[in-house]
């Protein structure tokens, strides 16, 4: 009598993501790339806000209307500073921009890895993004916000 399975194998895991993961892989890691490049190219304002203005973008509507910073003034400041190198300026111009710009950094060498490599790397950044680190990064923004309100020395 000849050997019949009766109940199928289950399939194997796959170990590699298939070409769509890779694609979004590649545009996270161009995502990233591009504001960290364009970053780069920026002259960080010595006042620790403002740089957004070399981008076109209009003067801070907060700080024209309550003469303080919004959650997110000097972001812009600390990804230039960090791109160029100066990473102490970067957390001090606006830690949570730092922040920001290191994770910018991160994601966009963890994007091209799994992009080249179909590795399912990023399914730890997805299974990290969880509410108690949410609110983490939540708590985070606000202390840097307080920092920031703290620090303020606008600008002549």
């Given at each position: 009598?000849?050997?019949?399975?009766?109940?199928p194998?289950p399939?194997?895991?796959?170990?590699?993501?298939g070409?769509?993961?890779?694609?979004v892989a590649?545009?996270?890691?161009?995502g990233?790339?591009?504001?960290?490049?364009?970053?780069?190219?920026?002259?960080?304002?010595?006042?620790?806000?403002?740089?957004h203005?070399?981008l076109?973008?209009?003067a801070?509507?907060?700080?024209i209307?309550?003469?303080?910073?919004?959650?997110?003034?000097?972001?812009?400041?600390?990804?230039?500073?960090?791109?160029?190198?100066?990473?102490?300026?970067?957390?001090?111009?606006q830690?949570?921009?730092?922040l920001?710009?290191?994770?910018a950094?991160v994601?966009?060498?963890?994007?091209?890895?799994?992009?080249?490599?179909?590795?399912?790397?990023?399914?730890v950044?997805?299974?990290?993004?969880?509410s108690?680190?949410?609110?983490?990064l939540?708590?985070?923004l606000?202390?840097?916000?307080a920092?920031?309100?703290?620090?303020?020395?606008?600008?002549?």
């Amino acid at each position: 009598m000849q050997a019949h399975a009766s109940s199928p194998t289950p399939p194997a895991s796959p170990t590699r993501v298939g070409p769509a993961g890779r694609l979004v892989a590649t545009l996270i890691a161009c995502g990233c790339l591009a504001v960290l490049t364009i970053a780069a190219g920026l002259t960080p304002s010595p006042a620790g806000h403002g740089t957004h203005l070399a981008l076109g973008l209009p003067a801070c509507g907060w700080v024209i209307s309550y003469g303080r910073p919004c959650p997110t003034c000097g972001m812009t400041t600390a990804f230039s500073l960090l791109a160029n190198g100066r990473p102490i300026d970067a957390f001090l111009a606006q830690p949570f921009g730092f922040l920001l710009a290191i994770a910018a950094s991160v994601t966009f060498w963890g994007g091209l890895h799994v992009a080249l490599t179909g590795s399912r790397l990023g399914q730890v950044g997805g299974q990290m993004l969880q509410s108690r680190v949410i609110w983490w990064l939540a708590a985070a923004l606000g202390a840097s916000w307080a920092y920031k309100l703290l620090t303020w020395a606008p600008t002549a």
